[in-house]
């Protein structure tokens, strides 16, 4: 079964003025489309195809010969999240448990927004900025290009995208007003706090399980090169 371009769950002009819906043609219909035709083609006839995507990125990573695959799967996995991570109705604050969460573990949702706002304005070139629960804490993280918490063993609640594919149209090089608008207006809150409880409900295990497969196979990448090492002086 190849992998399908999923639609946007909301019309694409429903993000106006914050997001246009050319924004949403081209990232949508052109970016987030090519990365999934293209780990379609990269994947046809090989042991991943038929797996999630989820298990491919995590076969992936961390390997170098896997990097085009890693970083298609991984694009496909992150722009479906973040489609769900906007919201017409987003913005402002959480409520309830998440928002107890964040007072607990940043201090205030200022200092959250804070330190949320400069990570994704910080982080160099193209890449994303999360929110992450990791152990049952809340943390924020960025990744660069493709990356994303799976790969370090955390939960994604909510993400940004700093691509400049994700603004240029809307805000040219303004990524600062980009996040901004993105925590003011657009932050799909109602999304991001059914995330933890998917975490609290038994992701634990897998996670665990999802760190061993990692330890596994960076075992297995140091042995290969151990190998290559010794056949090149053999
Ligand atoms: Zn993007």
């Known amino acids: ?34 990365y999934i035709d293209t780990l379609n083609q990269l994947i046809e006839g090989t042991a991943f195809a038929g797996q999630s995507l989820e298990d491919i990125i995590l076969a992936t990573a961390d ?5 085009k695959i890693f ?50 304005q910080g982080q160099f070139g193209s890449g994303w900025a999360w929110l992450t629960e990791d152990g ?11 990356g994303l918490p799976l790969t370090h063993g955390e939960t994604a609640l909510l993400t940004c995208d700093v691509w400049e594919h994700a603004y240029y149209l809307d805000y040219q090089n303004d990524r600062a007003k980009f996040v901004d608008t993105f925590l003011s207006e657009l932050a799909n809150w109602k999304f991001a706090q059914h995330q933890p409880e998917g975490a609290a409900a038994g992701k634990e295990p897998r996670r665990a399980q999802q760190r061993g497969q990692i330890a596994a196979r960076m075992g297995a990448a140091a042995q290969r090169s151990e190998k290559k090492t010794s056949q090149q002086q053999g």
């Not at 298609?72 to 959480?94: I, K």
């Not at 573990?105 to 990570?119: W, Y």
């Not at 049952?136 to 493709?146: P, Q, S």
């Open 71 to 120: 970083n298609n799967a991984a694009q496909t996995w992150n722009h479906s999240f973040f489609w769900q991570c906007l919201s017409p109705d987003g913005g402002g604050r959480p409520d309830g448990a998440l928002m107890d969460r964040i007072q607990a573990d940043f201090g205030s949702f200022d200092k959250f927004r804070q330190d949320f706002s400069t990570a994704a």
């Open 136 to 146: 049952g804490r809340l943390k924020i993280m960025t990744t660069g290009n493709a």
């Open 1 to 34: 079964m190849a992998f399908k371009l999923p639609p946007l769950p909301y019309p694409e002009t429903a993000l106006e003025p914050h997001i246009s819906a050319r924004t949403l043609q081209f990232h949508h219909g052109k970016h987030h489309k090519k």
């Open 63 to 67: 390997d170098l010969s896997q990097q």
